[in-house]
């Protein structure tokens, strides 16, 4: 099993330009989260889902969008990247009710000048 | 807003001592979980533990939790330079399916010195 994949590994966008980061799983988990990491303040809940068509929102959604139109895959969109949004995103899976352990990508590297 | 805070944030041991990082969160939970994050990678999940468990073991490591203090500390014995990480706690407050959100502390950087 490749476990969660991102990509890319490394972004750089211009303010305003949009784009997406990938997630995907093949372990067939039920709930997928997305997490930011910025220096000192630890990892932060960005949007979650615990299954396909379900999407919730964490502790800081603002400026992103995500999907779950297939148990394998969960993109994050940004719609219109801001200087604050710069950070390392994680994508993170695990397998549902009663398993809990999570899963965590290798992260993708955002820059937003 | 965050739930765990590890204690020291930065913590410099001698190859072969202990390194005890400790814990605390604020609200009720289901379980209390453990991360290590190597400089530039993902997280990796350590050791979990129930609310009902005061204390688990695996391999060098040591998980305690106090819930009467909202405290969990993470001793890991005989530490070796390729403990050198950045180890995090987690709290997941929900106790059933539905809303799941695992929450994380700032982190404890430890450097284990050859």
């Known amino acids: 099993n490749a476990g969660v994949t991102q990509t890319p590994k490394f972004q750089v966008l211009k303010t305003g330009q949009s784009m997406t980061l990938q997630c995907a799983q093949d372990m067939n988990h039920e709930y997928m989260s997305w997490y930011r990491q910025d220096p000192g303040m630890g990892l932060r809940l960005i949007h979650y889902s615990v299954g396909a068509g379900i999407t919730d929102q964490g502790e800081v959604p603002n400026g992103y969008n995500v999907s779950r139109s297939t148990t394998e895959d969960f993109p994050l969109r940004l719609l219109s990247a801001a200087p604050s949004q710069t950070s390392v995103y994680f994508c993170?899976?695990?397998?549902?009710?009663?398993?809990?352990?999570?899963?965590f990508g290798p992260g993708t590297r955002l820059t937003v000048l | 807003s965050q739930q765990g805070e590890e204690d020291p944030q930065a913590l410099s041991i001698q190859e072969g001592e202990n390194a005890t990082m400790n814990c605390s969160y604020k609200?009720?939970?289901?379980?209390l979980q453990w991360y290590r994050q190597n400089s530039g990678r993902g997280l990796v999940h350590l050791i979990l533990i129930r609310s009902n468990e005061r204390e688990k073991h695996s391999g060098r490591l040591r998980v305690t939790l106090d819930t009467s203090k909202k405290s969990s500390s993470l001793l890991i014995t005989a530490s070796r330079a390729a403990d050198t990480a950045s180890y995090f706690c987690a709290t997941d407050a929900n106790s059933g399916a539905g809303s799941y959100q695992l929450t994380f502390g700032k982190g404890t950087k430890l450097s284990v010195i050859p």
């Open positions: 609200t009720s939970i289901n379980n």
């Open positions: 993170a899976s695990r397998g549902g009710l009663g398993e809990d352990t999570q899963y």
